[in-house]
């Protein structure tokens, strides 16, 4: 599952970031902010258009992403 299909409030854990390309720049950035294996994420809100942007938490910290971003984080729902 893509962290974008991710229901709101439903924890989860990161499996991956997929690159685009070769040394790709936002992949990077991602992993950067701690989007690696095994961190816990969720989706805390969704933006007012059209649900852009989305307002993440992994571990402790809190980041706005575009969908497209979260497109690319590859996550485990945790079971209920």
Do not use: C, K, W
């Not at 439903?10 to 499996?15: E, G």
């Not at 994420?41 to 989305?54: E, K, M, N, S, Y």
């Not at 992403?65 to 590859?74: C, G, M, P, S």
């Amino acid at each position: 599952m893509r962290l974008s299909e991710l229901p709101q409030n439903v924890a989860a854990t990161v499996a991956a970031v997929e690159d685009a390309g070769p040394a790709d720049p936002i992949a990077r950035r991602l992993r950067d902010l701690g989007f690696v294996g095994g961190e816990p994420v969720r989706i805390v809100a969704h933006g007012p258009v059209q649900g852009d942007p989305l307002l993440v938490q992994i571990g402790y910290t809190r980041f706005a992403l575009r969908r497209a971003e979260a497109a690319r984080i590859r996550v485990v729902q945790e079971a209920a």
